[in-house]
């Protein structure tokens, strides 16, 4: 009895280690990924001394996690081994005594003994699975933990296929919030079909946040956002999300053929289709340039393409999806001069019959838009054209003037 319950104490103490070190194998995985994601950032601020010291402290908690793991399991071993011995002795003496009490024969009892004894080495092999299992049991409970955590964005019971977007969408006094901390302060805004929309302002002001709230990513904390009069909550996801095209700034391609990821929205599409949409997009030259062309592998993420390529893919498969409504965050961001050029020409072939809602902090971008919206500490502050900001908002004017400054040749 005071075997199994140590026994028992002891499952209990490796499975709680086992818990643990799957936090910590967790954060180890994250450094490494991190270290390996920003090599470039790190070396570029002379970090990577920090970096070193990050990893070898993850690595070592890990380390010494395991082996307090392995510990407790060689533990169960000599314990199986002692609770095996115990009952051996126990039957050894009990059935010594029943011979000489001529209760049963010698014969009966050396066949009881032997089967006993034959018991022994399975139930090791049990104790020595156990202890694994308990391992996995704990793996695995974290693996459900992540699975079953339930979705913010719940769709209604109710939910209706919205209808091909026409008119246009109304933000109404939405309010949002990150934990506790508010990203956007009561917005309200209406964007007609057909308009393009660009989103300036500091970053953290809340301008990812505003059409996040769009797709439904994410639900406003307070007040509604509306697509021809119907609230998004109120339509069903794929109805929703189809009619949005989203490039953002890090774009995401997968390891497969050019022809794939631009048809990803859109598999049932025909070669001509993807052609006409990789040239409105300024894609088609370098993708003829490529070894195999459209059959091209581009590499995971995309590597094997510069970033002005990987985003002008991005534009092509927003394009053949087709939808009306379509989202650029910070889409030329990062880009070279030539790059830029060419997607902000892509952009503007796309504002036909479409409606534009462009993050932006390139002022050639910016200028595409019908309407400039300045959103700081997650208010509309200002809005209106480029040359009515201009005459009106001392934010704007410090906006372009910044644009102008970064985009002078140095000397």
């Not at 690595?59 to 407790?72: A, D, G, M, P, V």
């Not at 010594?96 to 014969?107: P, Q």
């Not at 953002?248 to 022809?259: A, G, I, K």
């Not at 200028?367 to 005459?391: K, M, W, Y």
Request: charged share 20%; aromatic share 6%; with cysteine.
């Amino acid at each position: 009895m005071l075997g199994h319950r140590a026994r028992h104490q002891l499952e209990a103490l490796l499975k709680k280690l086992s818990q643990e070190t799957q936090t910590v194998m967790g954060q180890l995985n994250t450094t490494i990924l991190e270290s390996i994601s920003g090599i470039q950032v790190i070396q570029a601020f002379l970090v990577e001394q920090a970096a070193r010291i990050k990893f070898a402290t993850a690595n070592e908690r890990s380390y010494r996690l395991t082996c307090k793991i392995q510990k407790r399991m060689n533990a169960l071993s000599p314990l199986t081994e002692l609770i095996g011995a115990s009952g051996g002795a126990v039957v050894f003496w009990y059935g010594g005594r029943s011979v000489l009490a001529n209760e049963v024969t010698l014969g009966t009892f050396l066949a009881f003994l032997l089967a006993i004894l034959s018991l022994i080495r399975p139930f090791k092999r049990l104790a020595k699975l156990h202890g694994i299992n308990q391992q996995a049991l704990a793996a695995a409970e974290r693996v459900f933990e992540a699975l079953d955590t339930p979705s913010s964005v719940i769709e209604h019971a109710k939910a209706r296929v919205l209808p091909r977007f026409h008119r246009e969408i109304v933000y109404e006094h939405v309010s949002f919030q990150y934990d506790a901390q508010p990203a956007l302060r009561n917005v309200s805004m209406t964007i007609p079909f057909g308009e393009t929309t660009a989103l300036v302002g500091p970053s953290g002001g809340g301008k990812t946040t505003f059409v996040n709230l769009l797709p439904r990513f994410y639900d406003p904390s307070a007040g509604r956002v509306k697509i021809d009069g119907l609230d998004v909550r109120h339509v069903t996801l794929a109805s929703l999300r189809e009619q949005i095209g989203l490039v953002t700034q890090e774009t995401f391609l997968f390891n497969d053929t050019v022809r794939a990821n631009i048809a990803l929205g859109k598999p049932t599409a025909e070669f001509t289709q993807i052609v006409e949409a990789a040239k409105q997009a300024n894609a088609h030259t370098f993708i003829s340039r490529l070894p195999k062309g459209y059959d091209t592998i581009i590499g995971e993420r995309g590597d094997l393409l510069s970033g002005g390529e990987r985003q002008r893919l991005a534009i092509a498969r927003a394009l053949l999806k087709d939808p009306p409504i379509l989202i650029f965050d910070e889409a030329t961001s990062q880009l070279d001069a030539q790059s830029e050029h060419l997607i902000t020409e892509a952009i503007e072939r796309l504002t036909r019959g479409r409606t534009l809602i462009l993050i932006a902090h390139r002022l050639s971008t910016v200028r595409l838009a019908h309407r400039i919206v300045l959103i700081q500490e997650g208010r509309i502050v200002e809005h209106g054209s480029h040359d009515e900001l201009l005459q009106k908002s001392p934010l704007y004017r410090r906006f372009c003037e910044l644009q102008l400054i970064h985009a002078e040749p140095p000397a």
